[in-house]
């Protein structure tokens, strides 16, 4: 029997517990291409969810646009401002400038001349695990981890990373609750003022860093500058974050694997696919058609917007043998949790190499992880992850 489909995707409480799967299921194996009655985006949107109908949609050739916003609650008519200007909103030439400016910062090359620095961070992180007495590795170690990472790629002072982890941890730690002092909106907030002076200094004191060469070779505004730092941040930090923790959580279902990768370090790269695959972080993007297109019989008008949900598109069973387990070894694993097409991840190097090190990090250090208690997920139709994660860890 189909299930009924709920007339708005974007309600966030349908991603709040394990249920989502199901309904994923049914709606990749029927091809479904939905509607979403007005609630959540202002207009409606149509839902596509099978591999081959989210490649579709954001392959090079599909006659889709995201100039006009890349999430669940944007339009042709309620356009995001970023549009044009942001990485991740653009098309045409101006992504073209901005990918051949951002893409070398975070590039292969520039990522594994950072794993040293990945390793270091990843080890005093893990250590600090030992003495946690709460162990919520989703609050506490996921965040620090990537937002490190990204300091080190905007060549952030020194002396300001301590506060830009922190903030970001605040800003990133689940949109639907205060978190410490501040709330993730006014955390969010700091970090733009705070963009917006590290953009001003390197004006008048360039270096080699990614902020300088936006400024110098494309002559950005302050304000895209600022955008696309910022861009470069959520995109780093509030995916990469959720496959960390999720990695805690994929390893306590399968007992004995840290031993085998303390063994063999060359299953490290197939299970962290396997963690991208199976956490999925980013649940959804979104398009606009610019033209009118049909899919599996239907037919979408031109400036309809079309959500591409990643999340169940990793689930494919047609793709994916068991697409619910965590297999480390699986071969072939053509997930699409970066996305495909032209916008497909830039940091897709530096997330690897971040589950990597913190992968080979807890082989070394720890026999096994267990749950003691169900995570609590993100309320969010946008990201898929969780905001609490507690772990035992037998450490070696
Ligand atoms: C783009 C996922 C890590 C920076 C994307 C897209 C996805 C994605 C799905 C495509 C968006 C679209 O099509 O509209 C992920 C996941 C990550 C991750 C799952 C970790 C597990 C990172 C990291 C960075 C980063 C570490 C940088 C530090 C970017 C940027 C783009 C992007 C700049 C925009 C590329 C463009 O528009 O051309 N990411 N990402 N991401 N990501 Fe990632």
């Keep these: 029997m189909t299930a009924v489909t709920p007339r708005d995707l974007g309600d966030a409480d349908l991603y709040t517990n394990t249920d989502r799967y199901a309904m994923w299921a049914d709606l990749v194996a029927r091809d479904a291409v939905v509607w979403s009655e007005p609630g959540t985006s202002p207009g409606g949107f149509w839902s596509v969810f099978s591999h081959q109908d989210c490649r579709r949609v954001l392959a090079p050739t599909g006659p889709f646009t995201s100039e006009y916003g890349m999430m669940i609650g944007f339009d042709a008519e309620h356009p995001d401002r970023a549009g044009g200007q942001m990485i991740v909103v ?21 990522a594994a001349s950072l794993e040293a620095f990945v390793a270091k961070e990843t080890r005093e992180l893990v250590g600090e695990l030992r003495y946690d007495v709460e162990c919520d590795v989703a609050a506490d170690l996921a965040p620090a981890l990537p937002a490190a990472v990204v300091c080190e790629i905007l060549d952030v002072p020194e002396s300001d990373r301590a506060r830009l982890i922190e903030l970001t941890s605040h800003a990133f730690g689940g949109a639907d609750s205060a978190f410490g002092k501040m709330t993730p909106a006014e955390a969010h907030t700091e970090i733009l003022f705070y963009f917006h002076e590290l953009v001003s200094l390197r004006r008048r004191r360039p270096g080699d860093d990614l902020v300088s060469a936006m400024l110098a070779e494309s002559g950005l505004s302050t304000q895209d500058a600022v955008m696309n730092c910022d861009n470069v941040l959520i995109g780093g930090n509030e995916t990469t974050r959720h496959s960390i923790a999720g990695c805690f959580a994929a390893l ?10 303390r063994d063999d370090p060359d299953g490290l ?11 999925s972080p980013a649940m959804h993007v979104l398009r606009v058609a610019t033209e009118t297109v049909t899919i599996q019989d239907q037919v979408i008008e031109s400036g309809a917007p079309v959500v591409a949900w990643l999340s169940a598109a990793n689930r494919d069973a047609r793709i994916f043998d068991a ?18 097409g032209p916008h497909v991840c830039l940091g897709a ?3 690897r190499i971040e589950l990597r090190s913190l992968l080979s990090v807890l082989a070394e ?11 609590v997920a993100m309320r969010s139709n946008l990201v898929q992850g969780y905001r609490h994660m507690y772990v035992d860890i037998d450490w070696r």
């Design 90 to 110: 653009s098309d045409g030439d101006r992504h073209s400038v901005l990918r051949s400016l951002i893409g070398p910062f975070l590039s292969r090359a520039n």
């Design 252 to 261: 306590s279902t399968r007992p004995g694997l840290l031993d085998r990768l």
């Design 269 to 279: 790269p197939a299970a962290v696919e396997e963690v991208i695959r199976w956490t």
């Design 323 to 340: 697409p619910g387990e965590f297999r480390p070894d699986r071969r072939p694993n053509r997930h699409l949790g970066f996305g495909y």
């Design 349 to 351: 190097a530096l997330a």
């Design 365 to 375: 250090r720890c026999g096994a992880v267990r749950l003691p208690a169900p995570p």
